[in-house]
């Protein structure tokens, strides 16, 4: 059982080059998120789904974009990349939104802006 | 902007003594919230949920929810050291299915 795979683990970008982070999750989760954790720091809500076809920003949304075709996939898309936007992404899912049960985090992908 | 504030430590406490972490939280209307462990390098993983005011134990750790003051904490038992970590605070948004975040508390646990 893959729970929340991310793709990639690592990379490194030079500024205003453009990319996406894939996750994908196979527990049949409504509920998707995307955050960003600075060095030392908590995690900041980027975006957040409810399900397929609907997504709302969450707290730190600027220079980023996401797309729900699937139940399945909550891809992020970073463009023009900015040395700003150095951290370690997390996607997480979850079956009730928060209300009552845990999010399932994936294991993180490192991004570095150059 | 609604916010989850946490003091960051690090807070260092001996083996066997009790760790307590402490979060407050701006929305007044939450009623879900959640203490996260974080290893450095790795994922956050859920150790205590609650919902309900007062406290809610589960083998060494002790949640307690008070929503009138706005503020939640963990309380560890016979802290160990492998409970050396960040924690992470999280309410879920009253208005939304946004699950918000404080800055986490590094705890050291020294033998």
């Known amino acids: 059982n893959a729970g929340v795979t991310q793709t990639p683990k690592f990379r490194i970008l030079k500024i205003g080059q453009s990319m996406t982070l894939q996750c994908t999750q196979d527990m049949n989760h409504n509920y998707m998120y995307w955050y960003r954790q600075d060095p030392g720091m908590g995690l900041k809500l980027i975006y957040y789904s409810v399900g397929a076809g609907i997504t709302d920003k969450g707290e730190v949304p600027n220079g980023y974009n996401v797309s729900r075709s699937t139940t399945e996939d909550f891809p992020l898309r970073l463009e023009l990349a900015a040395p700003s936007q150095t951290s370690v992404y997390f996607c997480?899912?979850?079956?009730?939104?928060?209300?009552?049960?845990?999010?399932?985090f994936g294991e993180g992908s490192r991004l570095t802006v150059l | 902007q609604k916010e989850v504030e946490q003091n960051s430590g690090p807070l260092s406490v001996p083996e066997g003594a009790i760790a307590s972490l402490n979060c407050t939280y701006s929305?007044?209307?939450?009623?879900?919230f959640f203490w996260y462990r974080q290893y450095s390098g790795k994922s956050p993983e859920l150790i205590m949920s609650?919902?309900?005011?007062g406290d809610k134990e589960d083998g060494r750790f002790t949640a307690q929810l008070n929503k009138a003051s706005q503020y939640v904490s963990l309380l560890i038992r016979d802290s160990q050291p492998s409970d050396s970590a960040t924690y992470l605070c999280?309410?879920?948004?009253?208005?939304?299915?946004?699950?918000?975040f404080g800055s986490g508390t590094r705890l050291s646990i020294r033998p």
């Open positions: 929305d007044r209307g939450s009623q879900s």
């Open positions: 997480a899912s979850t079956p009730s939104g928060g209300a009552t049960g845990e999010l399932f």
């Open positions: 609650i919902y309900s005011n």
């Open positions: 999280a309410v879920k948004d009253s208005s939304a299915s946004k699950i918000i």
